[in-house]
Nanobody
Framework: QVQLVESGGGLVQAGGSLRLSCAAS????????MGWYRQAPGKLRALVAA???????NYADSVKGRFTISRDNAKNTVYLQMNSLQFEDTAVYYC??????????????WGQGTQVTVSS
């Protein structure tokens, strides 16, 4: 089985920065797309940023210019650098990975989520 472990969440003041990490482990041949999602109270889970195995990225409009997604394929890890944080960024952040388990089998996995709280 595959497990995704997240770290780096916490409390930060508005205008500050935070860096999230998500490491995948288990029986992995390789990982295709990886991404970060977030869910605020009363709202649906939404895509924040995504990155392909080749390094191509895309971002939600609300975080463009402030957040940067990156990955280390050797470590099966994806990162989210969050700068100029705002109150509206407060949410539970989840990582997701499309994992190649074998030559002909892929499967998506979710991390357990990490709380990010932005305060004044």
């Amino acid at each position: 089985q595959v497990q995704l472990v997240e770290s780096g969440g916490g409390l930060v003041q508005a205008g500050g920065s935070l860096r999230l990490s998500c490491a995948a482990s288990g029986s992995i041949l390789s990982i295709n797309d990886m991404g970060w999602y977030r869910q605020a109270p009363g709202k649906l889970r939404a895509l924040v940023a995504a990155i392909t195995s080749g390094g191509s990225t895309n971002y939600a409009d609300s975080v463009k210019g402030r957040f940067t997604i990156s990955r280390d394929n050797a470590k099966n890890t994806v990162y989210l650098q969050m700068n100029s944080l705002q109150f509206e960024d407060t949410a539970v952040y989840y990582c997701n990975a499309d994992v190649r388990l074998s030559t002909w089998r892929n499967q998506h996995y979710w991390g357990q989520g990490t709380q990010v709280t932005v305060s004044s």
